[in-house]
């Protein structure tokens, strides 16, 4: 009886019937597969937890300094840039900057679209952006935890951490004033006009609050980024240098 | 014997104990499904439906509830390990190898506490990758998105507090490492750009609750670990999870 009631309706009816409902009851679609995935978490980390055994030093000695002092693998990438900038940017601005940029990226980001689905092509800049900054987050940390031995010197990993090395980069070159402030100013304002010229769209999509804010974060993040090549390549310690702070 | 036991499992089932319970029948039928939900105070975190988009493990790889999970298993561990330690500079290593030695699962407890710590800190990281990617953040979800961020900032310092407890060389020149950057804020710090405190009043002091790390710095850190930092956690946890229902659920194609 039901398919005959079937085959009288019209096609267009038929075809407004979604043919997979949208939604599934949480109850046992959901909560089954949070259960196999703890499950399965629970199983390697029991594994894990009898394989490994975490790291016991010796008792801390005060005055016994171990070299090097590494941090918790996941402040590796700071410690790492402590190599390119003076500890009140490497340790206290970056994480600043990094926590507000974060923050920063909905209320940003204008473009509505890409919502539930792995797309890149309709959200090409943010993509781009933010996987550069992970990239290198992990590069230092994975540089830093295993390209590094005493006194923060390079260290291939299969390297001896007993032969002598030598300093690559001295950090011999401060760049004087009348060249340092103009290049960085004259790389945040070429930063902040170019898009304006050349990639018009991006500029007019935002307002000028939002392009001004999204052009900071992201000039900074390649500022901080740029300043890692300056120090190997160029062996320039300091763009910006003043009794008070430096750069 | 089948039908017996099919006897039995009903007669189960329809005691009062069970029934105060369980209020709704076996989950077989969709009206059942939907009172489990509503009924069991664990499930009632999860909407009545959800999109079949959001159901697939591609989409999500299950990298929050692993986080929540891994948060748990934290502080279970972390409070059997609170039996056995005490945060004062005479027996904190001292406990340390109590645990590896005289402590029954001593060992695996701590390997469990540590291993799970370093899983919370990459699964968090990976999901805030996840929400990213996904465009997950967009409006209604901005609110959420910042949650999030100050989720992973306290996921990193309930790590970083935990990393001193033991009281090794490791834990210990690790935090000073870390907490020596505290000492180079502009104008708070008694090394940074403008400094106005003295080394004994600024930030690090303050962090450290002496100049170099002491047995004050243990404490602060072992509480800080232990009560301040996870209370933190779980009211912010708790904003997080209800937000994702009100902001409509799980993200999901338009």
């Known amino acids: 009886m039901q398919e005959r009631v079937d085959e009288v309706k019209p096609k267009e009816a038929v075809s407004e019937i979604p043919k997979k409902p949208d939604k599934l009851l949480a109850f046992p679609h959901l909560v089954f597969k949070e259960f196999i995935a703890l499950m399965l978490v629970s199983l390697v980390l029991i594994i894990i937890s009898m394989v490994l055994n975490a790291p016991l030093e010796e008792v801390a000695t005060p005055t016994k300094t171990p070299n090097p002092a590494k941090a918790p693998w996941y402040f590796v990438g700071l410690q790492e840039m402590l190599v390119y900038f003076d500890p009140w940017i490497a340790g206290v601005m970056i994480p600043i900057l990094i926590i507000v940029g974060l923050m920063a990226i909905p209320f940003v980001d204008k473009n509505i679209k890409g919502v539930g689905i792995y797309c890149f092509r309709e959200r090409k800049f943010a993509f781009v952006i933010f996987t550069i900054g992970i990239v290198v987050w992990f590069g230092l940390i994975i540089f830093g935890c295993f390209f590094r031995g005493p006194s923060w010197l390079l260290y291939l990993p299969w390297e001896s951490w007993d032969i002598h090395k030598p300093v690559i980069s001295k950090g011999t070159y401060i760049l004087p004033l009348y060249i340092g402030v103009p290049s960085v100013m004259g790389y945040y304002a070429l930063g902040m006009w170019l898009p304006t010229l050349f990639a018009r769209n991006f500029f007019r999509a935002l307002s000028p609050a939002k392009y001004f804010v999204t052009m900071f974060f992201v000039l900074s993040m390649f500022g901080f980024i740029g300043k890692i090549p300056l120090r190997f390549i160029f062996d320039i310690k300091y763009v910006i240098h003043t009794p008070w702070f430096s750069i | ?254």
């Open chain 2, 1 to 254: 014997m089948i039908n017996g036991l099919k006897r039995l499992v009903n007669w189960i089932i329809h005691t009062q104990i069970w029934l105060s319970i369980f209020r709704q029948g076996w989950p077989n039928t969709e009206r059942n499904r939907i009172l489990t939900i509503l009924n069991t105070c664990l499930f009632h975190l999860h909407p009545l439906k959800v999109r079949t988009s959001g159901l697939k493990v591609k989409y999500t790889f299950c990298l929050g509830g692993i986080s929540m999970f891994l948060f748990i298993v934290e502080t279970i561990t972390g409070v059997l390990l609170m039996f056995y330690y005490r945060p004062t500079v005479e027996y904190a290593y001292q406990d340390m190898k109590d645990l590896e030695f005289a402590v029954t699962f001593g060992l695996f407890l701590r390997n469990m506490h540590r291993w799970a710590a370093h899983g919370m800190v990459l699964t968090v990281i990976l999901h805030m990758c996840r929400v990213f990617y996904t465009g997950a953040y967009k409006p209604p979800r901005e609110y959420n998105w910042c949650v999030g961020v100050v989720l992973l900032v306290l996921t990193l310092l309930l790590s970083f507090t935990g990393y001193l407890l033991p009281w090794d060389q490791l834990a210990f020149w690790a935090v000073t490492v870390g907490t020596n950057m505290a000492k180079a804020t502009p104008i708070m710090g008694a090394e940074g750009p403008f400094h106005i405190l003295s080394e004994m009043s600024d930030m690090c002091f303050y962090l450290r609750g002496s100049v170099n790390i002491s047995e004050n710095t243990l404490l602060r850190f072992y509480v800080l670990h232990c009560i301040a930092l996870p209370l933190a956690a779980v009211v912010l946890m708790s904003i997080h999870f209800w937000r994702v229902r009100k902001d409509g659920g799980i993200s999901g194609p338009l």
